[in-house]
């Protein structure tokens, strides 16, 4: 959702209500197009997207800015077999994949 999406800024509410997310290293599984990546990471925190679809994740990594330079990692990966160590990350989100 973006801001012209979400006028009344409910998303970032319901964001910012449910956990304190700054300086906190989020993972995002099935982050798709990054939109909600995009927005953990405007809260504060360092994001880590894996999505299976490939294409999504190009997508995700263009709509962040400058590749190779975005603060979000992004990785084409599978939600059963994750490459991290579970200490690695405060929070773990599961948006629209489960």
């Known amino acids: 959702m973006s801001d012209e999406t979400d006028i009344e800024q409910a998303e970032i509410r319901a964001l910012t209500n449910?956990?304190?997310?700054?300086?906190?290293?989020?993972?995002?599984?099935?982050?798709?197009?990054?939109?909600?990546?995009?927005?953990f990471e405007q809260l504060g925190s360092m994001v880590t997207g894996v999505d299976p679809d490939e294409s999504l994740v190009n997508n995700a990594v263009e709509n962040s800015g400058t590749p190779n330079r975005s603060p979000i990692a992004y990785c084409v990966g599978?939600?059963?077999?994750?490459?991290?160590?579970?200490?690695k990350f405060d929070v773990v989100v599961f948006g629209w994949s489960l």
């Open 78 to 87: 599978d939600g059963r077999r994750l490459p991290f160590r579970p200490e």
């Open 18 to 39: 449910a956990v304190e997310w700054v300086g906190k290293a989020v993972l995002e599984v099935g982050s798709g197009d990054g939109r909600l990546a995009r927005r």
